[in-house]
């Protein structure tokens, strides 16, 4: 079992940044395709953005362009870098693998003020 442990959340204003990062527990994590996933209350969990164990990179049409994922598998670390907050991405930000086998963190909260 890896557990994932979010850090970085954070309360900002529209147009700001964050950098959020997922910490794995082991060293298997270079092999695995990672996703960063957000849940918004009143909704469902959805994936944001994923990075392929070779750096491939995907992301959710709403923040093409504004986030960026990335990963350090040196560190056993993946990152999600947001810029051009909005109001809308304000939710509670969870890392798993792209297909989620791992239990749940508890994830880092990120909140956007208009």
């Known amino acids: 079992q890896v557990q994932l442990v979010e850090s970085g959340g954070g309360l900002v204003q529209a147009g700001g940044s964050l950098r959020l990062s997922c910490a794995a527990s082991?060293?298997?994590?270079?092999?695995?395709?990672m996703g960063w996933f957000r849940q918004a209350p009143g909704k469902q969990r959805e994936l944001v953005a994923a990075?392929?164990?070779?750096?491939?990179?995907n992301y959710r049409d709403s923040v093409k362009g504004r986030f960026t994922i990335s990963r350090d598998n040196a560190k056993n670390t993946a990152y999600l870098q947001m810029t051009s907050l909005k109001p809308e991405d304000t939710a509670v930000y969870y890392c798993?693998?792209?297909?989620?086998?791992?239990?749940w963190g508890q994830g880092t909260q990120v909140t956007v003020s208009s």
């Open positions: 798993n693998t792209e297909r989620p086998v791992y239990s």
């Open positions: 082991k060293t298997i994590f270079s092999l695995l395709n």
């Open positions: 990075i392929t164990s070779g750096g491939t990179t």
